[in-house]
């Protein structure tokens, strides 16, 4: 969750509350400098470098980078005749994306009509993520989208008593289950494979993606699908979950301290697909085992 994506506070759907007796927008969008220097590849080519990008949190969208055009690549956009409307910031002009004697059609764009009060964005342009090669801060390729700073991550150990079960059999029983808690979010748990009945589990095909943990793999429990999770390699920044199993409370059985769980509010997550030209191999090289 970011500020203004799933469950986020300016998110359609976000799970807090303002404390105002006035009512709010029923949309508010947010832009603040991202004070940190970006790159945009396409085609094996610089086209864009900034210390100036303006970050756009929209509702229901993931933040969007601005570059101030004077920091992009003079012959890398191309005008086209499409323009569109955002509810917000007006009239929308396309650009096409061109290096390395290719194009990508529509993969840029530029608000030309911005209200006085949202001029923060005049003179940048915003690239389509997964239409480019890669996004870079620094030298360091950034996955899923631009790095969204009210994103957190705590991971917390704990003597708790979990205890997982399908049915009448015993899946999973634990005094150290490891707590995720992820902004907005409804807390995780975790259980080490030495407190699982592993041949109770039955890995599955196909694996998602999450630009703050990497990619999780799945299982079936007892024949009930997708019922437990791991990041078998997990991000740095989560490696104390790296390869412990979660379980989904809505398909089996978990308990905390003798209580039941239940799927909370804003637990369900939005799976992210792998940006263009990323491929399991480079999500692995930002693993802890990797390095």
Same mark, same amino acid.
């Given at each position: 969750?970011? /500020?203004?994506?799933?469950?986020?506070?300016?998110?359609?759907?976000?799970?807090?509350?303002?404390?105002?007796d006035?009512?709010?927008?029923?949309? /508010?969008?947010f832009?603040?400098?991202?004070?940190?220097?970006?790159? *945009?590849?396409?085609?094996?080519?610089?086209?864009?470098?900034?210390?100036?990008?303006?970050?756009?949190?929209?509702?229901?969208?993931?933040?969007?980078?601005?570059?101030?055009?004077?920091?992009?690549?003079?012959?890398?956009?191309?005008?086209?005749?499409?323009?569109?409307?955002?509810?917000?910031l007006g009239?929308?002009?396309?650009f096409?994306v061109?290096?390395?004697?290719?194009?990508?059609?529509?993969?840029?764009w530029?608000?030309?009509?911005?209200?006085?009060?949202?001029?923060?964005l005049?003179?940048?342009?915003?690239?389509?993520?997964r239409?480019?090669?890669?996004?870079?801060?620094?030298?360091?390729?950034?996955?899923?989208?631009?790095?969204?700073?009210?994103?957190?991550?705590?991971?917390?150990?704990?003597?708790?008593?979990?205890v *997982?079960?399908?049915?009448?059999?015993?899946?999973?029983?634990?005094?150290?289950p490891?707590?995720?808690?992820?902004?907005?979010?409804?807390?995780?748990?975790?259980?080490?494979?030495?407190?699982?009945? /592993?041949?109770?589990?039955?890995?599955?095909?196909g694996?998602?993606?999450?630009p703050?943990?990497?990619?999780?793999?799945?299982?079936?429990?007892d024949?009930?699908?997708?019922?437990?999770?791991?990041?078998e390699?997990?991000?740095?920044?989560?490696?104390?979950?790296d390869? /412990?199993?979660?379980?989904?409370?809505?398909? *089996?059985?978990?308990?905390?301290?003798?209580?039941?769980?239940?799927?909370?509010?804003?637990?369900? *997550?939005?799976?992210?697909?792998?940006?263009?030209?990323?491929?399991?191999?480079?999500?692995?090289?930002?693993?802890?085992?990797?390095?």
């Open positions: 969750m970011g /500020l203004s994506w799933q469950q986020g506070p300016l998110a359609t759907r976000g799970v807090g509350t303002f404390l105002t006035a009512p709010l927008p029923e949309r /508010l969008l832009a603040e400098p991202l004070r940190r220097r970006m790159r *945009v590849r396409f085609q094996g080519e610089w086209i864009a470098d900034s210390e100036d990008v303006v970050l756009l949190h929209e509702p229901g969208h993931y933040p969007v980078a601005y570059f101030p055009l004077t920091d992009i690549r003079s012959d890398a956009l191309q005008h086209t005749d499409r323009v569109t409307n955002h509810r917000e009239a929308t002009a396309w096409t061109t290096a390395g004697g290719e194009h990508a059609e529509r993969a840029a530029q608000h030309v009509e911005l209200p006085g009060h949202a001029d923060v005049a003179g940048r342009v915003a690239f389509a993520w239409q480019m090669d890669a996004f870079y801060e620094e030298d360091e390729r950034i996955l899923g989208h631009a790095a969204d700073a009210y994103h957190r991550i705590d991971v917390r150990r704990t003597s708790r008593h979990l *997982v079960e399908h049915g009448d059999t015993v899946i999973a029983d634990t005094h150290a490891v707590v995720l808690y992820e902004s907005g979010f409804a807390p995780r748990w975790y259980v080490t494979r030495d407190d699982i009945v /592993l041949d109770r589990l039955t890995p599955l095909e694996q998602t993606f999450c703050y943990k990497g990619l999780a793999s799945y299982y079936a429990v024949g009930v699908e997708r019922a437990a999770w791991s990041y390699n997990a991000f740095t920044e989560v490696g104390r979950v390869t /412990l199993i979660s379980f989904e409370p809505d398909l *089996v059985e978990v308990y905390l301290d003798g209580v039941r769980q239940q799927l909370a509010p804003g637990q369900l *997550v939005t799976a992210h697909g792998l940006d263009r030209g990323l491929d399991p191999d480079e999500v692995a090289d930002r693993t802890p085992s990797a390095r």
